[in-house]
């Protein structure tokens, strides 16, 4: 009887504490939702309201009422949807030219072998650790040489393949491509492309859905190199546009801030899209596991 009793407590001592722990881990994860979140609701205060309101003491912490009326006002003083389709244009082709050589560069260095290959792959690399404001200027005199300056092919060509895709999925590729099944594939006669096609792309998803999620968002916030190649003011993307609602003695902040907003919600939509293939992926393999 002594020892059930004691076993018992035991039992309930443990199970006390798991549930103080699994309380403490949903405390825990509600807080960090909550601090990453306020940023999101005080854009839309800030959005929602007037110059006086942002710059008042004590701050606001409710939304307004003029949410509507600033991002018509964002509307009228920039040329807003054509800055917007400029970008959705670039930002998409950009995204899935990145994933297709990407993945096609770490397909070939982490599953073939060929002549300089580690020399290629470290060349690669060193290119990364090169600060992209070095190259501005030969790059705009490479693209005004071409005749592409002030065009949309200034800024989806030059950024077709970068240096951190690559790395990112040759790694993922070295991990989780068996290759077990790229020798069955070629006993049956699968050449690269078809191995690249019907094995490797497959297996990619998550990898590419992370890839592809952070390239969108990385291009659709680029700034520097957009205001310097778009010579023409038709083909303005959405971060250069958003930048002429600041001015020197009169800027009027809410206006700012509804633009911004504004420029923010598709890359919400896009991350909730993208992520959910991404984490539904993630959690099939840990499963399988």
């Known amino acids: 009887m002594a020892a059930e009793h004691t076993s018992s407590t035991a039992g309930l001592a443990i199970g006390a504490g798991s549930r103080r722990a699994r309380i403490c881990v949903r405390v825990a994860l509600l807080l960090g939702v909550l601090v990453s979140m306020f940023p999101f609701y005080w854009l839309v205060v800030m959005a929602s309201g007037t110059n006086q309101d942002i710059l008042g ?3 606001k912490l409710v939304p307004g009422t003029r949410l509507l009326h600033n991002m018509g006002e964002v509307i009228d003083r920039i040329a807003f949807f054509n800055s917007l389709f400029n970008t959705v244009v670039v930002a998409v082709t950009g995204t899935v030219l990145v994933l297709f050589f990407d993945s ?8 073939y072998e060929f002549p300089a290959k580690k020399f290629l792959f470290g060349t690669l690399m060193a290119t990364y650790m090169i600060p992209a404001q070095l190259s501005l200027v030969p790059q705009f005199v490479t693209m005004a040489h071409f005749g592409w300056a002030g065009t949309l092919k200034a800024l989806i060509i030059p950024g077709a393949a970068n240096a951190f895709g690559i790395f990112w999925l040759r790694q993922y590729a070295q991990n ?3 290759d077990e099944l790229l020798d069955a594939g070629r006993i049956d006669g ?3 492309f078809r191995l690249y096609r019907t094995v490797a792309l497959p297996l990619f998803r998550p990898a590419l859905a992370f890839l592809g999620i952070f390239t969108f968002i990385s291009i659709w916030n680029d700034y520097i190199w957009p205001l310097v190649v778009m010579v023409n003011p038709d083909r303005l993307t959405l971060q250069v546009a958003l930048a002429n609602l600041s001015v020197a003695y009169n800027t009027d902040y809410a206006v700012v801030m509804a633009g911004a907003l504004m420029s923010v919600v ?3 939509v896009v991350f909730l899209l993208g992520a959910r293939h991404f984490l539904r992926d993630l959690a099939a393999g840990a499963t399988k596991m």
Do not use: M, Q, R, V
């Open 57 to 59: 003491y004590p701050p």
């Open 190 to 192: 699968a050449g690269f």
């Open 104 to 111: 096609l560069a770490a397909f070939a260095f982490a599953k």
């Open 176 to 178: 989780s491509l068996p």
């Open 266 to 268: 598709p890359l919400i």
